[in-house]
Structures are given as C-alpha cells and as structure tokens.
C-alpha cells in the first residue's frame, strides 16, 4: 500500500505540471507532456489497472482474517411434526433459531502467502506498466513536437521562396517595362512564383497537421491556438554516448518494459509454489454459537426468552483435509506453472533485445544525423554564399534567370536539409538520454 501512496503523490504531481498554459502562449515540450500525462486515455486505462491490482492484493491480504457469519431462521410447520416434548403429533409448529459462526483457515498448503506475495508482485508489474506506458506518451509526444518544429522551419523557407520570387516577378516586370527583359522571362518567373505558392500552402497545411497529430495526443478539443516554442542552444554541443552498449547497459536496469517483464517472471515463479501447495494437507478452524425458540399448537411451551436461554449452544471444531489423488490434477498444475515461467523467461529476453535493437537503431540514427548536420551546416553555407553572387550577377546582368533560379534553388534546399538534420539529430539524441532514464527535454 506504501506504493500505492507514494504512486498517488507522483500522479498528483504530474497533473500539477501538466496544467495547460496560458491561451495564445506556446508550449514547451515540458508543458506538452506533462499535460498528456495527466490527461491521455491509455494513460489512465493503465492508472485503473494499477488500482485494480491494489485492490486484488487488499483482499489477499486479508483472507488472513476469520469469516464472521450471522444467520436467524423462522419456520413454519403444519400437520404432523416433532412437539417440544421430542413426540410426533398433529399440530401446527413454529422455529425461530439464530446463530453466530466464524471460521479460520489455520493451514492451507502456504497458499495463502504465496497469493498475497503474486498480489504484491502484480501490483509492482502494473506500476511498471504504467510508468511504460508514461514513457511511451512521452516519446510519441516528443516526436510530435519535434515533426511540428521540422514543419515550421520548411514553411519558413516555403516563404522565403515566395518572397525572393515575388521580388524577382516585380524586377523583370520593371525591366520589361523599360524594354530591358523579355515576356518569356516575366513568364518564367511567374511561373515559378505560382509553384512557389504551392509549395507554401502545402508546407503550410503539413504544419498545421503536425499541430493536429500533437493536440490529439495531448486529448485538446481543438488545435485552434496551439503551438509550441523553439529549443535554443547549439546541437553540436550535445553529446553522443560512446556506443549503444553503455546506453543499454545503463537502460535495461531503469527502463520500465523490462521491469514490468522481471516481475512477471517472479510471478511465474511464485506461481510455481503456489501449484506445489495442492500437494500439502489443509487445516481449518471453526466455532459458533446457536439457540432457538420453538412452539407448538396445543403445548404450552416456556417463553421465548427462557427457551432462548435454555437451548444456547456453542460449538469448536477442527477440520483436516489431506489430498490423496486429485486425478494428477495437481501435478498437471505444478507442470503448467513451470511452462509458464519457462515462456515469461523467452518474453523477458524478447523484451531486452528488442529494447537493444531500439537503442541500437537510435544511436546509429543519431550518429548519421550528427554527421549529417554537420555536412549540411557547411552546404547550406556554401549555398547561401553562391546564392549571394548569384544574385549580384544577375542583377547587374552578366547571368541569365535560369542560373538565378538554379542558385536560388540549390540555397533553398539546403536549407531544407540543413532543417531536417537539425531535428533528427535533436530528436534521436535525447531519445538516447531517455533511455538512459534522463527527462526528455529539448
């Protein structure tokens, strides 16, 4: 129960940051997740459970306890019957009993401890369970974020084409008017001033659905106002672990999917002595008390407080059952909890190399976007820099349009690049410190 309570303060805590900001004022990723795990269905599901399994154990523990039972009884007999005097005549009778019982389970085979022990270790493996299912909204939460801060920088350079474009239209317009460019030009760049547009309306609706997928997964009415706010800082000052097998090591003792399948392993375990139980003789203890009152038609018979004093009774009694053959029923049981724990080992091992395989995935994705990042920061400066002198010759007229709009766009697409190395690397290098079991910030 210690578990539960400290589970609930972490619960209480989490919704607290989780409260949603302002109107109109952009989320942080710290904001974002702290909302949706405060308010993301499968988040809860998983919190019910968690208090389902507190509950199962509860009753575990107290089957330790004796059974009380109280009962009271009125029958009513017409013709011939049992008299008060222990003869049969014909009479009407009437019987008002009341009793008192508790009983005791003294022994029964460790069964007992070994269901309040799988009580404990359910609970610890649903606990386990919802803190992976926390870090499974985290990261999908995290990568929205991200794909929204990806989507944003490619409309921002959507835009940026509209407006070199634009300015290119009104210049040739100007230089056609003063015989100096021809229709074919001014035709030319409209035209690429039309797909330009198109290309910033779509970036623009991808925007907007990156926006959608995160405000759904923080469960909002509507992604109308919601954005998010721009990490600062320099990428290249995050570091890379030296290699996916540290990353593992530090993640396959902190990670919750691993826990939550080493808990179930312990259940399989303890599963295994509770089958064995059925094995051991149980011992149960009893007691009660009894009375009751009793008349018959043509008797006189004491009063019914005096007949309820006169017939109080109490009993004790041991029982003891000892299993001889149950039809192998138990030894059939012992075999199957020992399939079972046999099959939880191959899940837990599943469950590590899979998790290795994702480390292994990200940190080689990393790297690549690291040296991706890097290579792209380069191009996108050359590009800027060709752009520039592209741009002087044509003005001054010693490069044609077509060597304008090439320079124009190999810069924009580099920049494009430049954009989706950045947040790779940023992505994938802090999903490598949350499976270190670091807060996933940006």
Request: charged share 20%; proline share 3%.
């Amino acid at each position: 129960m210690k578990k539960t309570v400290l589970l609930t303060l972490f619960l209480t805590a989490a919704a607290a940051a989780g409260a949603q900001p302002a109107p109109g004022t952009p989320w942080t990723l710290q904001e974002c997740i702290g909302y949706a795990l405060d308010h993301n269905l499968s988040v809860q599901q998983s919190a019910l459970q968690l208090e389902q399994r507190a509950v199962e154990l509860n009753t575990a523990e107290n089957s330790r306890l004796p059974g009380v039972s109280g009962g009271a009884s009125q029958n009513f007999s017409f013709g011939r019957g049992l008299t008060e005097d222990n003869t049969y005549a014909n009479a009407n009778t009437t019987n008002t009993s009341f009793s008192l019982g508790a009983d005791m389970t003294l022994f029964n085979g460790f069964r007992t401890r070994n269901n309040i022990a799988l009580g404990k270790l359910n609970l610890a493996a649903a606990t386990a369970d919802l803190e992976k299912a926390r870090d499974d909204i985290r990261v999908a939460v995290a990568q929205a974020y991200v794909q929204i801060l990806y989507n944003r920088e490619i409309r921002d350079v959507a835009l940026r084409q509209v407006e070199i474009d634009s300015q290119q239209v009104v210049r040739l317009e100007a230089l056609q008017a003063n015989g100096k460019s021809t229709a074919a030009d001014v035709a030319a760049q409209r035209a690429s001033l039309a797909q330009s547009r198109l290309t910033a309306v779509q970036a623009e609706n991808n925007l907007s659905l990156a926006r959608l997928d995160l405000a759904q997964l923080l469960e909002l009415p509507s992604p109308e106002g919601f954005d998010v706010t721009v990490p600062a800082g320099d990428l290249l000052a995050l570091p890379l672990p030296a290699g996916p097998e540290m990353v593992y090591e530090e993640a396959v003792d902190c990670k919750p999917a691993v826990q939550a399948e080493e808990t179930r392993l312990a259940y399989a375990a303890r599963n295994i002595d509770l089958a064995r139980g059925g094995y051991l003789p149980s011992l149960s203890l009893s007691g009660g008390l009894g009375t009751n009152y009793y008349t018959s038609s043509g008797y006189a018979g004491r009063k019914f407080f005096d007949q309820l004093s006169n017939n109080f009774s109490q009993y004790v009694g041991l029982s003891l059952n000892v299993p001889v053959f149950s039809r192998y029923a138990t030894r059939n049981q012992v075999k199957s909890a020992r399939i079972s724990y046999n099959a939880q080992q191959l899940q837990l091992e599943n469950v590590k190399k899979q998790l290795y395989k994702e480390i292994q995935q990200a940190w080689y994705n990393a790297v690549s976007a690291r040296s991706k990042f890097e290579s792209s920061t380069q191009a996108a400066s050359a590009a800027s820099e060709s752009f520039a002198l592209a741009t002087a010759k044509y003005e001054n007229g010693k490069s044609s349009i077509t060597e304008f709009n090439e320079a124009k766009n190999q810069y924009l697409k580099a920049r494009s690049d430049l954009a989706q190395a950045r947040y790779e690397y940023l992505y994938q290098s802090r999903l490598l410190d949350f499976y270190r079991g670091r807060d996933l910030t940006l």
